[in-house]
């Protein structure tokens, strides 16, 4: 089924319901029932996961058992089990973000369901790769005030990209290979993001034989094409860039494959730097640093970028940038041809700005441009990286042991592996990443959950991304996305992450708002009364207490030489903080580069 609709098509169109009117199978006893339960599932199971979603999240519960057995009997299942539903269907999105695959989310009926919504609304948003296998109770069930019965088969409306309710286990099993594998696709192609199954089973639920009646079918393979933009694009594109002032913006959506080196290859043949977002995937390791721009938040605030560069055109891959001032600033800007790249149906222009909208692959679309445009006046380039030089010097002075979120992010970029990842919380958190993080040739990813900006699920995102690391995992989060998420501690067993949580009394980033002159000011803030040491002893977790800078870099030294989870607690004055970001941005305004010709 397509991943977008006409808004006036009714909701129910999007639900693809198999036909269980012909040959209904007859059993003779609840044993039989319970076995074609569990070969119904595992036929199911067997399909997504020869489909290529080999990792399962499931959540306990009765109606679900069918399911979860036949996660047990594939061998090739890789299997995580957590108790609240909410949890895991964060760490299955942190799984699939990670690993950039297809993962399955199983949980029973009733409210259950409604626990993965905050999941499911970030994984549509940030198109992520999710199957959801919400068991149901039967038919007759429906609608009469049985247990644990609710209507759920329209329950996540349009944030899925398909849903299908499916009958209890019938003689239409043989259709079940096909379906997986088009849930699979509907999942990656042409618009990736969430995908919603509804199994109702009748009682017996739990097989005792686990026969398979069914005989293994071949599951259907599928492929995605790699959309090439039109000569027509490639050719306009070319006449409207060439020689002319432009940026190239690479925003919060990270681009698997070879994107880096492409986008490279095209801004050195267009002379154009590269803003990159701290999600980009492009500010860490050695394959994009020519001509990177990460100090963009900081940019509009110097005088000799406000007064003297002006684009003639932009070039935008995955989506808006996470820096607030870089894009207002953008909006106001004007310039000529704003070009879209996205190979997904979806309209990404938040900016209000397109001129033109290319369906392709952003690698493809780089290398085909590339081999055409001709370069801007040098000195157009230049100019934004001696910015970003002057900028980075400005930042590493002033360092006094005072607490605050640039030595921290510093401190973390230092200790974490090369190759591994780094997660960082929304709200503050991701801003103070993107303004202070820079760039390095050490390569790294550092992920977040930009879809819907939201601040839970946080802890089970970072525990997700572990899930599949041979390495440290590292995150960031603020006190009032730990008080939100805190429950998710108790899923991290023995993963190897190390958790920093910016304790300074509340909701910092209202002090950079409206809402701190206002009287209504503590409502906003509004800190969180979490004794993060108590919550961290109670789930296992090692605990280190930071008041000075020092204090975190010996306690960040230690963790890092541990094993299992270990949570610091950086205790920062929000009042300081404050000062030190206000500072930092004065020093920024007096940034002077003397002023050349790019006509």
Known sequence: MNA??????????????????????????????????????????????????????????????????????????????????????????????????????????????????????????????????????????????????????????????????????????????SLAARIIEQSLFPNPGPVYVNQPFREPLYAKTLRKFASPRLVPMTSQP?????????????????????????????????????????????????????????????SCRDGLVSCADSLPRALAFADDCHPEWVISFGGP????????????????????????????????????????????????????????????????????????????????????????IASLLTAAPEGGAIFSANSMSIRDFDTFSGSSDKPLRVLGNRGVNGIDGSIATLLGIAS?????????????????????????????????VLNNGGGGIFDYQGAVETREYLDFLCPPTVDVAAVAGACRWHYWRADTAADFDSALGKAMSAKGCRLIEAVIDRKASVGRHHAFWKDVSKTTVATESVA
């Not at 061998?75 to 108790?83: D, F, G, M």
């Not at 913006?249 to 977002?277: H, K, N, R």
């Not at 390495?471 to 998710?488: K, N, Q």
């Open 321 to 408: 940038l996470i820096s607030q001032a870089f894009s207002a600033w953008l909006k106001k800007e004007p310039v000529a041809d704003y070009i879209v790249v996205d190979n997904s149906p979806r309209w990404t222009d938040p900016l209000k700005r397109a001129t033109r909208m290319v369906r392709a692959e952003p690698a493809a679309f780089c290398r085909a441009l590339a081999g055409h445009v001709s370069p801007a006046p040098a000195a157009w380039r230049q100019r934004f990286v001696t910015l970003e030089q002057r900028i980075s010097t400005t930042l590493r002075h002033g360092k006094d042991g005072l607490l605050w979120e640039a030595p921290i």
């Open 4 to 177: 977008t609709f006409p808004i006036t098509e009714t909701l129910s169109s999007k639900f693809s319901i198999i036909d269980s009117t012909d040959s209904i199978t007859k059993f003779t006893s609840s044993d039989d029932l319970a076995d074609w339960n569990f070969t119904w599932s595992s036929t199911l199971i067997d399909g997504l996961i020869m489909s290529g979603a080999t990792n399962v999240v499931m959540s306990p519960g009765a109606q679900a058992a069918p399911l979860m057995m036949a996660c047990r009997a594939n061998a090739k299942a890789k299997i995580t089990v957590i108790i609240d539903e909410r949890s895991a269907a964060f760490f299955a999105l942190g799984l699939a973000r990670a690993t950039q695959t297809p993962t399955i989310i199983i949980c029973t009926s009733g409210s259950a369901v409604g626990q993965l919504y905050p999941a499911i609304m970030e994984a549509a948003a940030s198109q992520v790769p999710l199957i959801i296998l919400a068991a149901d109770r039967a038919p007759e069930k429906q609608d009469c005030g049985a247990a644990q019965a609710t209507d759920q088969i329209r329950v996540f409306g349009m944030q899925v990209r398909a849903a299908h309710h499916l009958p209890v286990p019938d003689a239409s099993i043989e259709s079940l290979p």
């Open 226 to 286: 790699l959309l090439q933009a039109t000569d027509d694009d490639i050719l306009h594109v070319t006449d409207r860039v060439s020689g002319r002032p432009g940026l190239i913006v690479c925003g919060s959506q990270e681009i698997a494959g070879d994107f880096a080196m492409a986008v490279q290859f095209l801004a050195t043949a267009a002379g154009a730097p590269i803003i990159a977002d701290p999600l980009s995937g492009l500010r860490f390791g050695p």
């Open 468 to 500: 599949r690391s041979d390495r440290t995992t590292l995150g960031m989060i603020g006190d009032v996305a730990f008080a939100h998420d805190m429950g998710s501690l108790q899923i991290a067993n023995h993963l190897d992450v190390v958790l920093v």
